[in-house]
């Protein structure tokens, strides 16, 4: 299944937001999202995002991972983004947005990793006919390093409240207009952006302390920063 779909281009740029001192290498050989991981801090761990219709992430009235067969994901244009970031490191995740049209009746978003546990995420809303969903916070929540769950945080709609640009969706998403998007002739960057945080303990007992980073962080300020690197490259 997972060569049926389609590959999409997705940048990592990770944040460390503490001076720590990392543990010598990578002990996780596991580099497919579609299979079970130990990991501990500092570890990188791969896991994958897809984007389709929202009934495609459902068998039988049952959400299934998209690593499962019984899912149609391949005859969906559905689209596959894989990360490895690094176990307990603040990171920012960016996914070219431009693909979404060949997926009609709106694109949603699912992240997903392990065979056995089968962890996903709910499937949430990135984009439709007239708006595009930009900014996302997930948290990975680990047990004794395996991953148990992911869920998106929410911080609802101060930052777009007095853009024009910018709409509110259902009192929880700032989303932009799709007339902005530079794709389709604006002036706003519809890539989309998700900052990812960690929480739980790894294999060797050892907390995972990102998630208390996050009230530190205001929400777009990672991609505000990647935005300003990429900007200062480019111009040089």
């Not at 299944?1 to 999409?8: E, L, N, S």
């Not at 896991?47 to 499962?68: I, V």
């Not at 990793?113 to 962890?119: I, S």
């Not at 769950?149 to 640009?165: D, H």
């Amino acid at each position: 299944m997972m060569a049926m779909v389609k590959q999409m281009v997705a940048v990592v740029v990770a944040v460390i937001v503490a001076a720590v001192v990392a543990e010598a290498g990578d002990t996780n050989g596991v580099f497919s999202p579609c299979s079970d991981a130990k990991v501990k801090r500092f570890d990188g761990f791969t896991f994958g995002l897809a984007f389709s219709q929202k009934d495609s992430f459902f068998f039988n009235k049952t959400q299934l991972s998209p690593c499962d067969r019984r899912l149609s994901l391949g005859s969906t244009n559905s689209q596959l983004a894989v990360f490895r970031p690094k176990v307990d490191e603040i990171s920012l995740l960016t996914v070219n947005s431009t693909n979404f049209n060949s997926i009609s009746n709106g694109v949603y978003m699912v992240a997903f990793a392990g065979r056995k546990y089968a962890a996903r995420s709910t499937p949430v809303l990135v984009a439709d006919s007239q708006h595009t969903i930009t900014s996302f916070t997930m948290v990975l929540e680990f047990k004794k390093g395996t991953l148990q769950s992911f869920y998106w945080k929410k911080f609802g709609c101060s930052k777009c409240s007095k853009k024009s640009a910018f709409v509110c969706l259902n009192g929880q998403d700032c989303a932009v207009k799709s007339s902005n998007c530079k794709h389709q002739g604006g002036s706003i960057d519809c890539n989309i952006s998700i900052q990812l945080i960690f929480s739980g303990i790894d294999k060797k007992l050892k907390p995972l302390n990102s998630w208390y980073e996050l009230k530190n962080l205001r929400q777009y300020s990672l991609y505000g920063l990647y935005s300003n690197i990429r900007d200062a490259i480019m111009d040089q």
